[in-house]
């Protein structure tokens, strides 16, 4: 179960690093607004928006990549800590902004999440 956790844990840290990439650098070229639905005018004028929340997401991968490489018991919490932020971080995007998050980010964050328990 434990590479089944750490694999999970990488793509969902790999999914992050997409996101940050995405929203700091591509907002306002066609994989940007095609992700947001905005013309090029609402692009540019949310782009240094969506560049604090791609800053966001960078720092939820950078944590899951840390909780990969660190020794238990850091890492195993740095995951559980991580992991549940990205979770939260879902559920409230997909409340607030846009029901799509919950699947792009809460389900594979939870899964994750299930399957770093359960390793345990």
């Not at 990488?10 to 639905?37: D, I, N, Q, T």
């Not at 020794?71 to 992991?83: E, I, S």
Request: aromatic share 10%; net charge positive.
């Amino acid at each position: 179960m434990g590479i089944v956790a750490n694999t999970l844990v990488g793509l969902v840290a790999a999914l992050h690093g997409y996101f940050l990439v995405l929203e700091m650098f591509l907002w306002e070229r066609a994989p940007g607004r095609k992700l947001s639905g905005f013309d090029a005018p609402m692009a540019k004028a949310t782009a240094a928006l969506a560049a604090n929340q791609g800053l966001y997401n960078g720092f939820l991968a950078a944590g899951l990549v840390w909780g990969l490489i660190a020794d238990d018991p850091t890492g195993f919490r740095v995951q559980v800590f991580f992991l549940s932020c990205v979770v939260v971080a879902g559920l409230y995007g997909a409340a607030t902004a846009n029901r799509r998050i919950l699947f792009a980010q809460a389900l594979p964050g939870a899964l994750a999440l299930a399957a770093v328990l359960a390793a345990r």
